[in-house]
């Protein structure tokens, strides 16, 4: 064991993982190798070392021992990162002199059949673990000011009831709704399952209670331009709609309703009723006042002069407005999935074909003496229209259409007992609190569940009743009845307004197209994104109960943020060695976020918008430009002694995986017991666009036989321009490739979504047969490839 | 011992039949049924025969009830290929697809009805499975079609030449 005093003091844990790791690798090999390593002055194996007695033994060597840097063999980083990080922490070291080898989802799971190799692979990924950590810096949590104001986007129940909550606690709180009034999907439905509250009932007192609470600025007929900054300083750009009509002094008399000539299908009523262009949203709407819809007033000025309180001006004009807020939460909802695209329900086609959002419209009229239609005798709904389809690329259960077609088949049976009501499911899903005993009412009542997806509706009239064909699953029996009405139970999708407002945050989404949370368990309100929270059905569909939960939720994540004022930010960001720097300016215009800018002829990088891509260190000619915890000389360090051991007749690959989306993949790859090439080595950075050329080209000279570069599809990932960033290397290096007579097939980039398995193995396993086909580079071309290597890039670079 | 008898009620899983249909083109593409029943609301063959029924032929399939699906009285060949279970199956599943695949096995077992046997010998000589006729090409005319060429029976010759070869190995 080498025990050097001047240098650092490395200590190496190897984890059995109560046997996930040393059931196939070589716990003791691994161990006693790692011990061998240069700086390594002790190296132990623990059955569990995330557990209060493996971190205890690490807090004791640093201490007895002197350890200053550690390694902990163990599972992902992804998992146990922060755990060990907090560990020496409280041991008063720096938390970023920490590195985890993977040995569990690189190497007991995903080759689990080849023991041998994989214990190999685990001295590889210890070795390249100690080399990197051996000149890691002594970096410290930082912290930043954060304020007390919260930007509430979409004023649906889960807008309002974040914003509630926020403004309660004493947050600011801007609640910013694109339509006139607030109240969302929910102002719409008749009652609510199972309890069967009227759903108007219940929320209008809530929807009263925004404007009157001191803490919220309540921006309705607003829509959002544009947000930039980050956590702590995020600035938007938003314009008030014109409404015409003087909000302070309209008293939503209906005046002016009553003279306007234009008569146009109201949104609200799912245009089964029309309303004039100056309007109120709704009876109960909150702010309770008209407006003029722009695109179909026809300026006649009747209303004007209808006006007692002389509250209409004509010549309104659409205001912007800016604010600052320090987190945000979206709200922004969804939209009921248009069932014309399922052209074998006949919707737009039949006039008894409707929606359900439509038969709930009808149920409140009905229920307010002012019936719309009569849905008949003989009612029929068609469950999963819009969900659990592949054909339209909606493989998602919609969770709310089982409960809601229950209860309205059961307030149909209930006004009107002679009613025939039916229900075609494909699987009936009643897993909420009180669920299944609804639906059991529902079948007491004597509404008719039949198992069986609906082939086909069809009518002779265009005005008359509905055939519906469809086979009862569980009798075998095909029915072929007519019906008076039927109701399509249409699925939810995520809002189309969601999309410009994902587009400005850069949030993810998940492949069901809702935006996705940071984690499926244990963060589910939060993004990628920092002080960027979901709450409602833009994460995915949901009922009300669940909405509400969420949207409390997101707010009490976005105080834990704000409560304390301060903020910790991570100290990954890039920086310049001054001595280096030669002022080039290069940087500069590299930077997608301006992170960088020049001080006395020098690059000088602002760390708080600086996200820690590294995409900028490919730019510098002269290697000023670093970032830290990756830097140049921790990176080569680590591709160094990842190749060493290589031996004659080996191959090995390097893949570079970033830390959003392909290590997480490689994680999920390895947790589902996938295999791939043992001959692949990952190394971890924070952006593909981090692999410089010139790290590269030196891999390729140190013996890798092919570089695999994984980044996440530009929508998802957390560094916009990566993938620009990314290719541009590649064409540099594909150039010097060539022109030294090496083949470029051994670079590879591609796109990952966290999802991809499949293709992560693939793209790993062929790289690896290319590799070998091609078989290892001859010495004296490596020796080519790095020769007066800064001077060819720079050349490279000035011909592109 | 308990005799076989005694196990009667239990599904036993013809392993054996799911891998062979498996390798067929789209044979195992049943595995994403969830027995929705939009496949059997609008099948001709459903409606002429309460027997025949798509979904269940896609259980039995799940079920690897080979015994039931394959043999000389076969209900697969009721089905019509009109593709309108594929159209409306909301997971892609095709069973027409699925029953065709099906019905190359029992080919592959030379057990077919003798009209099968005749539509080969149409595609051998003619390569089509429905010949050529002064009708067809009246009809195309009356659609705006271009009337269809007699098949390069060169081309069709080639096509069973390399099964030829691998029955000689």
Redesign the interface.
Known sequence: MADDNNGPRIGVYVCHCGGNISEVVDVDQVRDFAGELDNVVLSKDNTHMCSDIGQQLILDDIKEHNIDKVIVAACSPQFQGETFMDVLEKAGLSPYVVRMANLREQCAWPHFNHPDLATQKAKVLVNGAVANVRNSEALERQSMTIGKKVLVIGGGIAGIQASLDLGDAGFEVYLVEKDPSIGGHMAQLSRTFPTEDCSACILSPKMADVPANENINLLTYTEIDDIEGYIGNFKVTATKKARYVDMDKCVACGDCEKVCPISVPDEFQEGLRNHPAIYAPFDFAVPHRNLIDDTLCVRCGNCVDACKEDAINLDDEPEQIEFTVDTIIVATGYDVFDPSEKKVYGYGKYKNVITAMEMERMIVAGAEGNPIRNPGKKIAFVQCVGSRDEQIGREYCSRVCCMYATKMASLLKHSGPHRDVYIFYTDLRAFGKGFEEYYKRAQNMGVKFIRGRVAEALADDPEGRVTLKVEDTLTRRIIESDFDTVVLSTGIGLSKSTDKVADMLRLAKSEDGFLKEAHPKFKPVDTNIEGVFLAGTVQGPKDIPDTVAQASAASSRAIRLMNRGEYPIEPIVAFAHEEMCDGCELCVAACPLNAISMAEGKAEVNDALCLGCGSCLSSCPTDALDLHMYTNTQMLDEVTNALKDKKEGETRILVFADDTCTYRLADSVGTAKMSYATDSVIIRVPSGSRVTPKLMLQSLALGADGIFIGECEDRTSPFPHSGEAIRENFDAVTRILEEEGVSPERIRFVSFVTVMLGGFVNNVDSLVRLAKDLGPIPEDKREALVKDLNAKLFGVRTQA | MPSEKDNDDVVRVDFAFRRELAEKVEGNLASFC?????????CPA??YS?EF?P??IMLKVLYGLGDELIGGDSILWQCVNCY?CH??????VKPVEVIISLKNMMADRGIYPPAVKKIIHTFETTGRTVPLSDAINRKREKLGLPPLEPVPMDEIEKLFEPLEEEGEE
Request: glycine share 10%; net charge negative; with cysteine.
């Open positions: 969830y027995q929705c029943g939009a496949c059997v609301g609008d459903t409606t309460s029924n979904r269940e309108n159209e409306r199956c909301p997971q892609e």
